[in-house]
């Protein structure tokens, strides 16, 4: 079966680097997004990575290794506005969106 | 309009009754996308269309219909709604397949009793 794999929530303080992890198996492969969900608002793209390595866009960076099924997405010098959950998705064979459960940010003072 | 709306924003229906919840988007994107979002799963897709006049079904597509008469539309039909059916739904649009990414509209919260 295909599976998304990514904590359920986790605690950061604010101006500190926090990174979220997501490991995934999938039939097929044609990249893989972040998305960022505020509660109760829609979700919103972050980043995008179909090839191994690092992209870096302002404060946050999506890393991704195909050969282990694996993605982070880091976040640097963290605000309160960065308190939501974020959506681990991967494109499959057929170019569906294969979505993880999300892992909620918290970020304390 | 700017981007891709939903209607209504929230309802609460009756079992059994028939529901449409209404997507539109302005970006004259070719691909379409239903998923529900429930507590602790991820997005489930519903049903998507890869162009208008075409539909195809996702994880999740029973007890739901959809159609695609032209590009800015993308209604998902509720033929009897039951209470397992109480979720948020989202409707989403990208410029093409999965490599895309995908806008998505406010929601829409349905509760069924």
């Known amino acids: 079966g295909q599976n998304i794999d990514q904590p359920t929530e986790m605690t950061a303080t604010e101006g500190a680097i926090v990174q979220i992890n997501c490991t995934y198996q999938t039939s097929g492969f044609n990249g893989l997004f972040w998305y960022q969900q505020h509660a109760g608002e829609a979700p919103t793209f972050l980043s995008y990575n179909v090839l191994d390595g690092l992209e870096e866009k302002g404060r946050f960076s999506s890393f991704l290794s195909r050969s282990k099924g694996y993605s982070y997405l880091l976040l640097k010098e963290l605000q309160m506005k960065d308190s939501a959950s974020y959506l681990c998705?991967?494109?499959?064979?057929?170019?569906?969106?294969?979505w993880g459960a999300g892992t909620k940010l918290i970020i304390k003072p | 309009i700017a981007g891709i709306t939903q209607a209504p924003t929230s309802q609460i229906l009756a079992a059994g009754r028939r529901m449409t919840l209404r997507c539109t988007q302005d970006m004259r994107h070719n691909a379409m996308y239903w998923y529900r979002q429930d507590l602790g799963l991820g997005l489930r897709l519903i049903h998507y269309?890869?162009?208008?006049?075409?539909?195809g079904k996702g994880e999740v597509p029973d007890g739901y219909s959809v159609s695609r008469a032209n590009t800015d539309d993308f209604p998902l039909t509720l033929a009897s709604a039951v209470p397992s059916q109480t979720s948020v739904y989202f409707c989403?649009?990208?410029?093409?397949?999965?490599?895309?990414?995908?806008?998505f509209g406010p929601g829409t919260r349905l509760t069924v009793l």
């Open positions: 269309s890869n162009t208008a006049g075409t539909t």
């Open positions: 998705a991967v494109s499959d064979s057929n170019y569906q969106l294969i």
């Open positions: 989403a649009s990208s410029v093409s397949g999965g490599y895309n990414e995908q806008f």
